[in-house]
């Protein structure tokens, strides 16, 4: 690809905060990361306004309270707006496509549940979400990434801590295998 596509996913923890918010948008913007994944922002309507004059290019948004849940997909100015689209949000799911000169990418922005009870419905919903809103255009160019609430594998992904789920484990590693996924941090880190 000769412009390669910088991606970003992160789990902010909040983006309520004006200090940290501003800081954290400088970043992206001068680090040239064109699409950024962020989860967990506590960003309801009345913030997003703000969020929207100071990233002033495309933004997909799922609206959280003001101590949990949302999250959203930003575009860099880099990439025309009207190559970017919203296909589908939920409180827990953003899937976007982007054309870009390799073709269109389908960009899948999870936030997982942090209740073991609630992982795997929620599992089967992404599945049947992404087949349903993606695979009728094949899924050459998936981007899945986002906080899923669990590990790939219970002894190399934990340090400290409890094990997950094995039920929710598998279920990620079958959809994962399902929808053709690489999953980058074991290859950069297979040990």
Same mark, same amino acid.
């Given at each position: 690809?000769?412009?390669? %596509? ?24 001068? $680090? +040239?990361?064109?699409?950024i ?16 004059? *100071? ?7 799922? *609206? ?9 997909t930003?575009?860099? +100015? ?16 953003i899937?976007?496509?982007?054309d ?7 960009i ?18 992404l599945? /049947?979400?992404?087949? *349903? +809103?993606?695979?009728k ?5 998936l981007?899945c ?6 590990v790939?594998?219970? $002894?190399?992904?934990?340090?400290t801590?409890?094990t997950?789920?094995r ?8 959809l994962? /295998?399902? %929808? ?10 297979p040990?």
């Amino acid at each position: 690809m000769a412009n390669k %596509l910088n991606i970003l996913t992160l789990n902010v923890q909040g983006l309520r905060d004006d200090k940290k918010r501003k800081t954290m948008l400088r970043l992206f913007k001068k $680090e +040239k990361i064109h699409v950024i994944a962020l989860q967990e922002t506590y960003i309801t309507k009345e913030k997003f306004k703000t969020l929207g004059k *100071e990233w002033v290019w495309v933004i997909h948004f799922a *609206e959280g309270t003001k101590r949990s849940k949302g999250h959203i997909t930003l575009f860099d +100015k880099s990439l025309e707006a009207d190559k970017v689209q919203q296909v589908y949000h939920s409180d827990r799911i953003i899937i976007s496509s982007l054309d870009h000169e390799e073709g269109t990418f389908h960009i899948v922005n999870v936030y997982s549940p942090n209740k073991d009870q609630e992982k795997m419905q929620f599992m089967n919903q992404l599945e /049947n979400t992404i087949k *349903e +809103k993606v695979r009728k255009d094949g899924l050459i160019n998936l981007i899945c990434m986002g906080d899923f609430n669990t590990v790939m594998d219970n $002894e190399m992904d934990i340090i400290t801590g409890n094990t997950h789920p094995r039920d929710t484990v598998d279920k990620l590693n079958n959809l994962t /295998n399902q %929808l053709q996924l690489t999953y980058v941090w074991r290859v950069n880190n297979p040990k």
